[in-house]
Every structure is written in structure tokens, then in C-alpha cells.
């Protein structure tokens, strides 16, 4: 059985950081993307960054220059390190990974930033 447990989440002032954690396990296989998605109240749910297995990256415009994913191909992990955060950025970040046997999804964390 496949599990994302993510952590790292909590309540963050205005610029401020938090530093994002998803570790996969189980029969996963091979890791194609590993992602981190955020749904925020009222909104769909949208991408924030992806990282490639050859480590290439992409990001949502809101969140370019403050946040940077990376990955730790050897422990089935994957960062999001925030910066800078702002009150809009206030959400549940879930974590995704694309493998060989699936796709999945954690169970979410929440971030708020908020004075």
C-alpha cells in the first residue's frame, strides 16, 4: 500500500518560512514527478511546483523567486521550502507523486500565514 505522509505545515507570520516535507512508501515504483499542489478556501486546487526525475523544475507565477522544491530521490522524499510567505498564500499543500504504478496523492497540511 502506497502512503504520502507529508508535515511541516503550521501558522507562519507574513514573511516568514516554513519548510514543506512528503516522504513515499510502499510499492510506488519508479518516481516519474514528484509535485505540491495547494487548495486554498473557495478555490480549485492548483500546482505550486513540480520537480522532474532529472530534477528540472517548474513553478506557479505566484510563487517564483519565495518557494524551491528539490527532492531526495533515495529516501522517496520531496521539499518545498517557503519563503517570504504571504497571507494569500494561506492553504492545504497536498504532496503528488507520478509513478510507474500510479498516481497519488497525501493527505494534506495546512499552512496559514497570518499576524
Known amino acids: 500500500q502506497v502512503q504520502l505522509v507529508e508535515s511541516g505545515g503550521g501558522l507562519v507570520q507574513p514573511g516568514g518560512s516554513l519548510r514543506l516535507s512528503c516522504a513515499a512508501s510502499?510499492?510506488?515504483?519508479?518516481?516519474?514527478?514528484m509535485a505540491w499542489y495547494r487548495q486554498a478556501p473557495g478555490k480549485q486546487r492548483e500546482l505550486v511546483a513540480r520537480i522532474r526525475s532529472g530534477a528540472s523544475t517548474n513553478y506557479a507565477n505566484s510563487v517564483k523567486g519565495r518557494f524551491t522544491i528539490s527532492r531526495d530521490n533515495a529516501k522517496n522524499m520531496v521539499y518545498l521550502q517557503m519563503n517570504s510567505l504571504k497571507p494569500e498564500d494561506t492553504a492545504v499543500f497536498y504532496c503528488?507523486?507520478?509513478?510507474?504504478?500510479?498516481?497519488?496523492w497525501g493527505q494534506g497540511t495546512q499552512v496559514t500565514v497570518s499576524s
Open positions: 503528488n507523486v507520478l509513478a510507474s504504478r500510479g498516481e497519488y
Open positions: 510502499g510499492s510506488i515504483g519508479t518516481i516519474y514527478t
